[in-house]
């Protein structure tokens, strides 16, 4: 079964400091792997979008990594603002025929405290 | 702003009732999505149009349905509405069918009561 599991289930961190989440999936075969921030209550908004073959995608103070060989994938988070604040969620598009849904993980919600 | 709209922002009503969320999509983008987000849980979805064609089926209810119209816009109906029904309802769209940029609206929440 394809499946996106994330960690931590929650953090919290102070405002200035850095934080890295987890992404694990056992999608197969494996086309992209995305990143959103979600904001309570609001729609996600995407980050970053990664095929098999990048191992490194920055968005400004976000940077996503990929390992398609071990199938993981982290968000690192620098320089954290309180407006990070929000859910960061991991979805996974796989390459084939009905495999071609997105499969979303839990997410990680994020709490930056001043 | 994503560019998608969905209305209402609220709904509150009652078990057993049927109502109907709105969805526009971004200009010229052909696919709509509609996903289903519970209390302190990941977004499901639950149908995939492209230019007035069910494209992709998720985990949706028989209880639940949708259509996309000639303008794009698309509209999700729940009937025969029980309190676990209760949840953030999203709408998405895309330029094409992969679904590789997808552009969420703001949700629909609904209470059932």
């Known amino acids: 079964k394809n499946q996106v599991e994330q960690s931590p289930q929650s953090l919290i961190i102070l405002e200035g400091k850095n934080c890295t989440l987890q992404?694990?999936?056992?999608?197969?075969?494996?086309?992209?792997l995305r990143w959103y921030k979600q904001d309570t209550g609001r729609g996600p908004v995407s980050l970053t979008i990664?095929?098999?073959s990048e191992n490194t995608k920055s968005n400004g103070r976000y940077t996503a990594t990929l390992d398609a060989d071990t199938k993981q994938s982290s968000l690192h988070i620098t320089a954290s603002q309180l407006s990070d604040s929000a859910s960061y969620i991991c979805?996974?598009?796989?390459?084939?025929?009905?495999?071609?849904?997105?499969?979303w993980g839990l997410g990680t919600s994020l709490a930056v405290n001043p | 702003d994503s560019g998608v709209t969905q209305t209402p922002k609220h709904l509150i009503t009652a078990t057993g009732q049927r109502v109907t969320l709105r969805c526009s999509p971004r200009?010229?983008?052909?696919?709509v999505y509609w996903y289903q987000q519970s209390l302190d849980q990941g977004l499901q979805f639950l149908i995939q149009?492209?230019?007035?064609?069910?494209?992709a089926k998720g985990n949706i209810l028989e209880r639940f349905s949708a259509q996309q119209f000639p303008d794009l816009h698309s509209e999700l109906n729940l009937s025969s509405l029980e309190l676990g029904d209760s949840a953030l309802y999203f709408c998405?769209?895309?330029?094409?069918?992969?679904?590789?940029?997808?552009?969420f609206g703001p949700g629909t929440r609904l209470t059932v009561t």
């Open positions: 149009y492209y230019n007035g064609e069910e494209r």
């Open positions: 998405a769209s895309s330029p094409g069918t992969s679904g590789y940029e997808q552009y």
């Open positions: 979805v996974v598009m796989g390459n084939a025929g009905n495999n071609r849904k997105l499969i």
């Open positions: 990664m095929t098999f």
């Open positions: 200009s010229g983008d052909l696919s």
């Open positions: 992404c694990n999936y056992t999608v197969s075969p494996f086309s992209n």
